[in-house]
């Protein structure tokens, strides 16, 4: 999961826009951010590990300069912690070509055997993201062979046909292409989220911006068109004229963990509000818990992304709800920081308990998702040191069971407390009274309430059912042994059930 956006203004330059926008997608990755512009005559790059807020400052303004540019903000499902592997990527030819990326290949060896034993490329990073901008940029220099270089943008498009043919996986990607303009594109399936905007340029035509989520939009003053299609190349080129392309043909699988946690409530993704699946999970969810006939005192929810659910689940149950977990907000997400260790010292640091609304009672915590467990079950232990009596827990999706090969940091089944582990297990493990999952059928219920005309969701984590095709169990066996997840396995605790290193090598 990572975050893009890619601002075309006829007029002023665009570093600002992009800083203010990038802080709008801060969610979908902490741990690198990078934006380059393009001034006309030259690239214009800064990238660092970090927040935006840390690695741009007002300086920088002077410096990447341009009416055309693009960022982005990173947290790695592929590749090292390196700043070196911070995007964009660069090739210079043809053209000179950036590229920013969401999501994740899943044919990556293949891929860079070619790049670098056919084509003779050199590859600086691990990451997959520059592996597949060596692909873009080899079949745009294809094309140019067949076509020349009249019309570049007849080659750009041909050349993300063909890269389209040969790479697998999940993305969205946002380039920048010297003398030629801005491109985006997204996967045939549309596993990630990728939207195009627009607003009026004064009386000289329109700006443009892409991004992956429409909340990075309305703070400069786009309005967004639409999502850009499954297998759609769109080009904004310098004179500010949009070209739509069909590079191949397309079937909207959106990712479901989107709407779970990765987007945020207020972002409308392929028509979908991620607030109102949210809400319509809360009610799915709450026939469950009234069908128990558990005595609950209160519905707690798990700050900040449980919140819709709890909401609801409260009012379909009549439950009062209660905020009882503080967070404090200059703590970084847990799920997105790198290393087990990390994760498990900053849940201290994040949340912290109102003991007047937990002393003798029985509460209901409702958390977004359970992927590894480690963060509810410090939570659960967190309750009780404040009094509480009965500690349940209510999961807004299903049991995390399988690895996500398509962005998001859950690649192996080592990580997760659901593999190998039945409800009663994971119940012991997490040392909660009563466990509840969502349904998957409730859960894709309640996204295609949003988008009827979607037909089916990349539901892979939950159902083990990978829509690509392309997921082998080699595939799979090779993430285990990959040296950074061997560092995330080295860095998991020792002792408990779920982490027990005989059981999950059974699992």
């Avoid at 055997?113 to 692909?135: F, P, Q, W």
């Avoid at 801005?182 to 996967?187: G, N, P, V």
């Avoid at 329109?206 to 999502?227: H, L, P, Q, T």
């Avoid at 285990?480 to 061997?486: A, C, G, I, L, Y």
Wanted: proline share 4%.
């Amino acid at each position: 999961m990572c975050g893009i956006l890619g601002i075309a203004s006829r007029n002023n330059d665009v570093f600002a826009e992009l800083y203010e926008g990038l802080l709008m997608l801060q969610h979908r990755g902490q741990d690198a951010s990078g934006i380059v512009t393009d001034t006309g005559e030259f690239f214009r790059e800064r990238k660092a590990n970090g927040l935006v807020k840390d690695v741009f400052k007002a300086q920088d303004a002077e410096t990447l300069t341009g009416r055309i540019g693009m960022g982005h903000v990173r947290y790695p499902t592929a590749g090292s912690l390196s700043a070196a592997e911070a995007q964009p990527f660069f090739v210079n030819a043809p053209y000179g070509i950036y590229l920013v990326h969401n999501g994740n290949i899943t044919n990556t060896e293949e891929q860079r055997e070619k790049v670098t034993a056919k084509y003779s490329r050199h590859l600086r990073t691990t990451s997959d993201s520059e592996i597949m901008l060596n692909v873009l940029a080899d079949k745009v220099a294809d094309a140019i062979k067949v076509n020349g270089n009249a019309d570049p943008v007849r080659n750009v498009f041909a050349g993300v046909k063909m890269m389209m043919e040969r790479v697998q996986g999940a993305y969205s990607v946002i380039c920048l292409i010297a003398g030629v303009g801005m491109l985006a594109f997204r996967d045939p399936n549309g596993i990630r989220p990728l939207s195009v905007a627009k607003r009026d340029a004064e009386g000289d035509g329109d700006d443009f911006a892409f991004a992956s989520e429409d909340v990075a939009f309305g703070i400069n003053g786009f309005e967004k068109i639409r999502d850009v299609k499954p297998g759609e190349a769109i080009l904004i080129d310098h004179n500010g004229n949009m070209h739509e392309f069909q590079a191949v043909e397309g079937n909207l699988t959106p990712c479901i963990f989107e709407y779970v946690y990765l987007a945020r409530p207020d972002s409308l993704l392929d028509g979908i509000s991620v607030y109102k699946t949210q809400l319509r999970m809360g009610q799915t969810l709450a026939k469950q818990i009234q069908d128990s006939g558990l005595d609950i005192d209160a519905i707690i929810p798990v700050p900040d992304s449980a919140r819709p659910v709890a909401l609801e689940v409260s009012n379909a149950t009549g439950i009062r709800y209660r905020e009882a977990l503080v967070k404090n907000r200059y703590v970084g997400r847990t799920f997105i920081m790198p290393g087990q260790e990390e994760r498990q010292k900053s849940v201290r640091r994040k949340l912290n308990a109102i003991p007047l609304e937990m002393k003798d009672r029985n509460i209901l915590l409702i958390d977004d998702s359970i992927v590894r467990g480690n963060t509810i079950k410090k939570i659960v232990q967190m309750c009780r040191e404040a009094g509480a009596k009965k500690v349940y827990i209510a999961s807004a999706s299903p049991p995390v069971i399988y690895p996500n090969v398509y962005g998001i940091d859950m690649p192996t089944k080592h990580e997760l407390i659901a593999n190998g582990l039945d409800i009663e297990e994971i119940r012991q493990e997490l040392g909660a009274d009563a466990l509840f999952y969502q349904k998957l059928d409730d859960l894709i219920w309640a996204a295609k309430e949003g988008n009827p005309k979607i037909e089916q969701f990349d539901c892979s984590c939950f159902d083990g059912q990978y829509i690509t095709g392309s997921v082998s169990e080699d595939y799979l066996d090779s993430l285990e042994s990959s040296n950074r997840v061997s560092k995330k396995i080295k860095d998991m605790p020792a002792t408990g059930a779920s982490w027990n290193a005989a059981k999950l090598a059974t699992g």
